[in-house]
């Protein structure tokens, strides 16, 4: 009797969604949905508020513009707050309630790898703005991402480090899931790059002073340099630490410290670090002739003068996610979800903020290393860094 | 650097860290002493001391963002309790600790839309971000010298706020045996208002000079809170130079604990170790039963 019932509420379910469904489609002036996990609020709030609010301003921008293809963009917005279980809840809800287009975000690594076979799974594109490798390797058909990799961050490290003659280093890190991923690069590459690490230290992320853990570094006998991989706010405690101690040894710090604010939370003391990070920082040192001048300079001027804030690379990440997706809808002509995929999979020389794009079905990130600049503090201010 | 050296540096360190757990701690001591709560929101008073001072500084005078913070945060302190405590007597104590728990994430949550989610600073008091005082080729940063002084002056002032004034005798009082200090004219809701704001003064306070070093943001509350808790329990409860001690102790530990085992143990040891002395001294290192020393100061 309660599986009559059942059934009966089943068939009911299914006829009103068909229903809805036929509507929708007979309306054709529908928005196309796009959905967004970010953590504007929470630890990694400092990723996830920049990046919601440039989606925001590209939307407005889009639908000012008409739309595409003559048809309005919605954007169903979610704040997970950092929270890998919130971003899993909010996933599918997007999938099975809204059913969006794509999802853009998660902002951090630990939600986007919660999400990734759930997209898989239910043939959702999801464009996360988390760097780790581990996103898109192994390549999921369904799943793409925009910012640089880690490994690419960490070659840029000791490339620079190598040039610099510098091969005995010390490494610190969080122990957040940003900085665990950073540690795992870092050991595993240095052995084929030649360099030898030396001290290997993880801290509490809340930490409030560090200056133990440098006097351990300090004590260890041959360190040339320290890299550090971590957020805000250790990022700017390392770099006071290390001066307050009278550590002269370079600091390289990870692509996480791509926002002018923590160059000032840092001070004076910020000055000569090293990082790599997308040329969004640098772009008034860029020639006119760079193929992402025109763009980054477009995003910079539009994003500081809505919000009255500095722009970082972590918007940037969410801007090339939503230019991934809406110019894959614009040549897929219409948004099938299989189509839009393949579109982005032939995305080629697409100029985003992070870099130039070419995506392949092998290569889901669709940069490669000449997307990094190495960049440094110099009079308060983020350099190209020169040799 | 010579070995030596090396040690003196670890201990520096720890004073720093142990520092601002100390001035956390003697906010947690005052509500307890005067009314057996353990305020879990002492954490979120820091914050706002930071963030307020921070943006009055924008406008004003270092110290007079400062004063302005500890007053604004103080009253804050006294809202709290008008508000909720006030009306909740009849409760047990846990349900007022559990309470204040709530109170800190509410706190969080406000905070975080007043101001917004971003890591700021004050300046640092002398010197900038690299200037050190240099001891035996040790070096430590001016701004824990300020923490270290505020300290000695917020513990002499509560030393003679409560021994030798008619409030602070009367908090006291009011805390020792309510009904007795009922009895002889103490208005003991009001003595507890006066707790709660005077912790938010000190936590504002706290907020304040340890901001240059730690930075200040919405969630920074709660893990002071944790740790201080911890110097406070290690101290012994209810004796604001117990917590002193007991901060920099746990600071100390953890430094120590740094130099012989990996970096990422330092929490272990020191929670460790608090678990030994409550296995060994139940009321912590000069604290008495009940946490009574300052009623009976």
């Known amino acids: 009797m309660k599986k009559t019932y059942l059934l009966a509420a089943g068939i009911c379910a299914l006829g009103s969604q068909c229903l809805t469904q036929n509507i929708h489609a007979a309306a054709g002036g529908e928005p196309i949905k796009i959905g967004a996990i970010f953590s504007v609020t929470g630890p990694a709030s400092f990723l996830g508020a920049p990046e919601e609010k440039t989606v925001r301003m590209f939307m407005d921008k889009l639908n000012a513009a008409g739309g595409i293809n003559g048809r309005r963009v919605a954007l169903v917005l979610k704040d997970s707050g950092g929270s890998p279980e919130k971003a899993v809840s909010f996933a599918k809800q997007l999938i099975e309630e809204e059913k969006v287009l794509a999802i853009i975000g998660p902002s951090t690594s630990g939600e986007t790898m919660q999400i990734k076979a759930l997209c898989e799974e239910n043939e959702m594109i999801l464009v996360s703005c988390a760097a780790a490798e581990v996103i898109v390797n192994p390549v999921a058909r369904y799943v793409f991402k925009t910012p640089q990799k880690d490994s690419q961050a960490v070659t840029w490290i000791y490339r620079t480090m190598k040039d610099k003659g510098l091969r005995k280093i010390a490494v610190v890190s969080s ?175 697409l100029v985003g903020t992070a870099g130039v794009f070419n995506f392949s079905p092998t290569d889901h990130t669709g940069l490669d290393l000449t997307s990094f600049e190495m960049l440094t503090v110099k009079d308060g201010k983020f350099a190209i860094y020169r040799k | 650097m010579e070995s030596g050296n090396l040690e003196l540096q670890y201990f520096l360190s720890g004073i720093t860290k142990g520092s601002i757990y100390a001035v956390v701690a003697i906010g ?112 430590i940063s001016p701004q824990v010298l300020w923490v270290l002084a505020t300290v000695a002056v917020i513990v002499v002032l509560l030393h003679i706020f409560l021994k030798y004034t008619l409030p602070g005798r009367a908090m006291r009082a009011g805390s020792s045996n309510p009904s007795a200090a009922m009895l002889a004219g103490i208005n003991i809701a009001n003595m507890r208002t006066l707790a709660f704001g005077l912790s938010a003064a000190i936590g504002a306070l706290a907020g304040c000079v340890i901001s240059p070093i730690t930075m200040t943001h919405y969630e920074m509350g709660a893990p002071l809170a944790i740790k201080g808790f911890a110097a406070a329990i290690v101290g012994g409860l209810g004796n604001p130079m117990a917590a002193v001690l ?27 170790v608090l678990l030994l002395v409550l296995f060994v001294r139940p009321h912590g290192f000069w604290g008495r039963p009940g946490g009574e020393s300052v009623r009976e100061h």
């Not at chain 1, 030898?196 to 351990?216: G, S």
């Not at chain 1, 003391?269 to 008034?284: I, M, N, S, W, Y």
């Not at chain 1, 991934?324 to 982005?344: F, M, S, Y």
Request: glycine content about 8%.
């Open chain 1, 175 to 349: 122990n957040d899931g940003f900085g665990a991923a950073g540690k795992k690069q870092l050991e595993e590459m240095a052995p084929a790059e030649g360099i030898e690490i030396l001290a290997n230290e993880v801290y509490d992320k809340q930490a409030t002073d560090l200056t133990d853990i440098l006097t351990k570094i300090k004590g260890t006998r041959g360190v040339q340099a320290i890299v550090n991989w971590s957020i805000v706010p250790a990022q700017s405690i390392v770099a006071k630490n290390m001066r307050q101690l009278g550590m002269e040894m370079p600091l390289f710090q990870s692509h996480g410290f791509g926002n002018r604010k923590y160059v000032e939370q840092a001070g004076v003391a910020a000055e000569g670090t090293l990082f790599p990070a997308g040329r969004l920082l640098v772009v008034d040192e860029l020639p006119d002739s760079h193929p992402q001048k025109a763009l980054l300079a477009a995003y910079k001027k539009d994003y500081e003068e809505t919000y009255k804030e500095d722009v970082s690379t972590f918007g940037g990440h969410a801007y090339d996610a939503i230019l991934v997706v809406t110019e894959a809808l614009k040549r897929a002509g219409r948004p099938d979800r299989a189509r839009v995929r393949d579109a982005i999979e032939n995305l080629k020389g």
């Open chain 2, 246 to 272: 007991g901060g920099l102790m746990v600071g100390v530990l953890e430094a120590y604990s740094v130099s012989r085992l990996p970096a990422a143990y330092s929490d272990v040891t020191v929670f460790a």
């Open chain 2, 28 to 139: 947690f001591n005052l509500i307890y002493s005067a009314t057996g709560v353990l305020n879990f929101a002492q954490g979120e008073f820091v914050m706002l001391g930071g963030m307020v001072a921070v943006t009055l500084a924008r406008f004003v005078p270092l110290p007079v963002a400062l004063a302005g913070a500890v007053v604004i945060v103080a009253l804050v302190g006294c809202l709290l309790e008008i508000l909720f405590f006030r009306r909740l007597q009849r409760h047990s104590i846990l349900h007022l600790v559990i309470i204040t728990i709530g109170l800190s994430i509410v706190l969080q949550e406000i905070a975080l839309h007043l101001w917004d989610e971003k890591v700021r600073s004050l300046p640092y008091f002398t010197g900038n971000e690299i200037s050190t005082l240099k001891f035996l080729g040790a070096a």
